[in-house]
């Protein structure tokens, strides 16, 4: 079982930056397709970004695409995402999951079985 655990979330202005970290350990980080999904007060999780098992396919969602960028390091079993202008819009929980079906099936939270546990990202207006 692989266990995940996010950090780097917080409070920024509309306009700034943040970088999340994913810190994954237990079973081979490498093996898997991993992706971002954020939870806003009152909504649904939604799919944030995605990133291949090696590293060269990469996924967005329509409201990240250009300011977001996933990626990851298995050296160091570390998932990434690079939030730049960011918008109050953007605030939600932000969680990292293992992807648990083969690439190209779909963003549903459905398609992931593994979960951190969350960290806030906060934007304020």
């Known amino acids: 079982q692989i266990h995940l655990v996010e950090s780097g979330g917080g409070l920024v202005q509309a306009g700034g930056s943040l970088i999340l970290s994913c810190a994954a350990s237990?079973?081979?980080?490498?093996?898997?397709?991993m992706g971002w999904f954020r939870q806003a007060p009152g909504k649904e999780r939604e799919f944030v970004a995605a990133?291949?098992?090696?590293?060269?396919?990469?996924r967005y969602s329509d409201s990240v695409r250009g300011r977001f960028t996933i990626s990851r390091d298995n050296a160091k079993s570390t998932l990434y995402l690079q939030m730049n202008s960011l918008k109050p819009e953007d605030t939600a929980v932000y969680y990292c999951?293992?992807?648990?079906?083969?690439w190209g099936t779909g963003d549903s939270p459905k398609n992931y079985d593994s979960w951190g546990q969350g960290t806030q990202v906060t934007v304020s207006s």
């Open positions: 990133v291949s098992w090696n590293g060269p396919m990469t």
């Open positions: 999951a293992k992807r648990g079906v083969r």
């Open positions: 237990g079973r081979t980080f490498s093996s898997y397709h």
